[in-house]
């Protein structure tokens, strides 16, 4: 399936740009008023318009608006051509009755005529099916529409030569199938028409989000030595995120090539090395053309999966479906295969603690300090370099933000703390390790044992112009959320990098409130965050983007997860589907050795194949729903 779309919001329409206009020079002032008219300047040559450099590329129905409405016409017209070639098919074998004045029996010339034309209409309605498929038996991309239109191009054939031979093949036990042909390429339709739907859905929730970070696998091999400095696996497939916008890119990866079509190429082979055999083994030994034509239908329509491209419909649009859930967006299969190597994931400690994660347990003034001043300084300075204390400090000030000092020369240190300049007072606040490089006087460390509980609980001193001022203990409770990303980061067993603020929290910490294994998390370092926050400051496009975040942390997990569901259930339900053409090769050579093949009833043949569908439709269901 290759449906490479531009624009997907109906009606948008590119605003016509105009040429910057060159502005007169100003003439001095005593001259304005008798200066003679200037002379009409010529016609300036207008810029190519950034559109017209670069040609705008069309989706595979021809149309540069792919808002749906002519696929879903062409969906229309294929079942009900499929419909009457089903009749014309049951009719042929007198299971129904004929339509209108076409009988086979009595007027066979005129009932294989209008087969024949309601066919080439079918086989014009399916045409973008009929031509990939085509493309991919040529040794081009690989397409699951292969095999519908084998399948509808024999059938066409059979047709042609019914008609030919109109009253020997009416007399002969040789079926139709011309219905189940038209079938195959309408329910292709169908499900390029849902997988539309899905690029639809997330193209619409990428639009309806303010702003976006994609998750990117890091690729740069000098970042990936940095990050994995301190981690057991040295090559790391990392997943970083950056803004990143929604754009044609990830359009066309939504309809970009897919495993399963990859898998598809060489039973795409065998089933037509098998029909052709049917084909000459009939036509040599007693059918004659119309047996051999039966035959090679036969084996194709048997072997065709209805479900050729329902399976990648049906797994797109529950994958943006349960994406979208969390506030995600996975762009395509190349994204799903990318982030199904992925096994470690980076984050900020703003994304696993909000706010009101923050808990103060104790407040410990020292000789000279007010707790007044204490917890103003400390407001005044977090709140501009300290998203999970700052909410907490704003809580004890009852958001009033008006009484705190402005801050000058704000200096962020990696792990230690932080300095700055309030009310014409240096201000440190940071851990122990912090104030002793500034020598800063501390309490011993039984004091500060005993009130951390041992290091359970975070301490975080103030010192003022060189004087210890205060010691805050903290406490951070885990969010709900963040506990369940983090949940299934851990049943995937991925690597948790987290880029923190916050001096006072430590891998141990995060540990303790998530209640996750040891080593799982591993905090990274002034060197580590200045290269992280190089390398993703920027948005260099949407290439290599995995997922579409609108959520944060919450939708990165939720996107991992929906990915892996998708592969899961896409590769488990195709399995089912190439076991399907396997099964009927082996049938089709049973029937060709028992000189059948081209009997097979239109009924059996509906029934068979429907089963297989729903086996396989009902397999990519269940995985994605377990």
């Not at 079926?175 to 292709?188: D, E, K, Q, R």
């Not at 917890?375 to 705190?404: H, M, P, W």
Request: charged share 20%; aromatic share 6%.
């Amino acid at each position: 399936m290759s449906l490479p779309l531009m624009f997907l919001n109906d009606g948008d329409e590119v605003a016509p740009v105009e040429p910057p206009k060159e502005e007169a020079p100003a003439q001095p002032a005593e001259e304005a008023g008798t200066a003679p008219a200037a002379p009409e300047a010529a016609p300036v040559e207008e810029a190519p318009v950034e559109e017209e450099k670069r040609p705008r590329r069309r989706n595979r129905w021809g149309t540069a608006a792919p808002d749906g409405r002519g696929l879903t016409l062409r969906c229309a017209l294929g079942g009900i051509l499929a419909l009457v070639l089903l009749h014309f098919g049951l009719a042929a074998e007198g299971l129904v009755g004929p339509l209108g004045g076409l009988d086979p029996v009595t007027a066979p010339a005129a009932f294989y005529a209008a087969d024949l034309l309601f066919l080439a209409l079918a086989l014009a309605v399916g045409w973008p099916v009929v031509r990939d498929g085509l493309k991919g038996l040529r040794g081009e991309r690989p397409s699951m529409e292969t095999m519908p239109a084998m399948a509808a191009c024999a059938a066409l054939l059979q047709a042609a030569v019914a008609l030919l031979n109109a009253q020997n093949y009416q007399a002969s036990s040789f079926t139709l199938l011309s219905g189940i042909a038209a079938l195959g390429l309408f329910l292709a339709l169908l499900g390029d028409r849902v997988l539309l739907a899905s690029v639809q859905g997330g193209f619409k929730l990428a639009q309806a989000g303010p702003e976006h970070r994609g998750a990117f696998r890091a690729k740069d091999k000098d970042l990936i030595r940095i990050l994995s400095k301190d981690m057991d696996e040295k090559d790391p497939w990392v997943l970083l995120s950056r803004p990143a916008e929604w754009d044609d890119a990830m359009v066309e990866q939504g309809f970009g090539p897919r495993a399963c079509e990859r898998r598809a190429r060489k039973t795409n082979y065998i089933l037509l090395g098998a029909a052709v055999l049917a084909g000459l083994v009939f036509c040599v030994f007693g059918g004659g053309l119309n047996g051999g034509a039966a035959a090679l239908t036969a084996v194709l329509c048997m072997g065709s999966p209805l479900s050729s491209t329902l399976i990648a419909g049906f797994a797109s649009l529950r994958l943006q479906q349960t994406a979208a859930a969390s506030g995600a967006v996975i762009p395509g299969w190349a994204a799903i295969e990318e982030l199904g190597g992925v096994d470690t994931v980076q984050a900020d400690a703003d994304e696993l603690f909000t706010p009101d994660s923050a808990m103060l347990e104790d407040i410990r003034i020292f000789k000279g300090g007010r707790i007044d001043r204490a917890i103003l300084y400390s407001a005044s300075v977090l709140s501009k370099c300290c998203n999970t204390l700052s909410g907490l400090f704003r809580q004890i000030i009852e958001d009033r933000t008006d009484i705190l000092y402005p801050v000058k020369d704000l200096e962020v240190h990696r792990g230690l703390g932080f300095s700055a300049w309030c009310d014409n007072n240096r201000i440190l606040i940071g851990t122990r390790a912090y104030m002793e490089k500034e020598e800063v006087p501390l309490p011993d460390e039984e004091y500060e044992a005993k009130h951390s509980k041992n290091g359970e609980l975070q301490i975080l001193y103030l010192a003022v112009s060189g004087s210890l001022h205060a010691m805050f203990v903290l406490h951070y409770v885990g969010g709900r959320n963040a506990a369940r990303g983090l949940e299934q980061l851990q049943k995937e067993n991925i690597q948790l990098l987290v880029s923190c603020q916050d001096p006072t929290l430590t891998a141990r910490h995060i540990t303790d409130a998530y209640h996750l294994p040891e080593g799982m998390v591993v905090l990274l370092d002034q060197e580590q965050c200045a290269a992280l926050g190089a390398a993703t400051a920027e948005d260099t496009g949407s290439e290599g983007c995995c997922i579409l975040c609108t959520n944060g942390f919450a939708s990165l997990t939720g996107g991992l997860r929906a990915a892996e569901q998708a592969q899961n259930a896409e590769t488990t339900a195709t399995t089912v589907q190439l076991v399907s053409v396997w099964f009927s090769v082996a049938i089709a050579v049973l029937l060709t050795y028992a000189g059948s093949v081209g009997m097979l009833s239109v009924a059996a043949v509906l029934m068979y194949q429907a089963a297989w569908s729903a086996l396989s439709i009902a397999v990519c269901a269940l995985k994605q729903h377990s």
